[in-house]
């Protein structure tokens, strides 16, 4: 079974803290597209070659505007390369000074994200960024969200409320797995899988946990 890693020293590594924070994006417009970034952490922290584990990702989705037709709605989540400009448009940050998501302030640092830390759509996808994302996602998840039917089985409208509830995306929890781990330049992208909704509203919400380490797997 899997467990934290910890905050000193193991092995000649160092992890300088573990992190968590959640966000919620704008109320999403249709009619987004396939394959559209909805939420991103990048990682730019360069010091002493300092790299990012990502632990645990949870997304959950709630209808903010109602949505009168049934829609499939899966997200992924994609490592990005040679992340060289971020997201531009549509998008907002969560700071991390001031140890901001750290799990024991008394021990660990502020994270070496400052100002910059994960992010999120406002009402529209994110843009404007310069990056290579890897030819395939290295995890989805489906959310389930207009289930409701009239005695017919007839398709109703999804009602301001109706929610996914949050959901692992990506959980690091089986023994030998190796979790994504983010060197400088790169990044982790939550993006939509087939094309959403074509009336309505939907809200993203997140929960980002992560480990910012130094040698992140020792010596070994």
Known sequence: MSRPLPHRFANGATVLGHY??????????????????????RWT???????????????GLS?????????????NAIIARSYTVDH??????????????????????????????????TTAPMTGQTATLDASPFARVDLPLITAVTATGTAIAGAVGVASGMQDLYVWNTLGEHPPTLESGEGIIVRTELAGHATGTLTLRTVWHWAEVINPFGNE
């Open 20 to 41: 968590r924070v959640s966000q919620i994006s704008g109320a999403i417009a249709a009619t987004p597209a396939a394959q559209d970034h909805w939420a991103r952490i």
């Open 45 to 59: 922290g360069i010091t002493n070659n300092a790299r990012l584990v990502l632990c645990r990702l949870q997304v």
């Open 88 to 121: 531009t448009t549509a998008i907002t940050n969560i700071s991390m000074v001031n140890k901001n998501g750290a799990m024991d302030a008394r021990t660990m640092q502020n994270s070496l994200m400052g100002t910059t830390g994960p992010g999120i759509c």
């Open 63 to 75: 209808v903010s505007g109602a949505i009168t037709t049934l829609l499939q709605q899966t997200l």
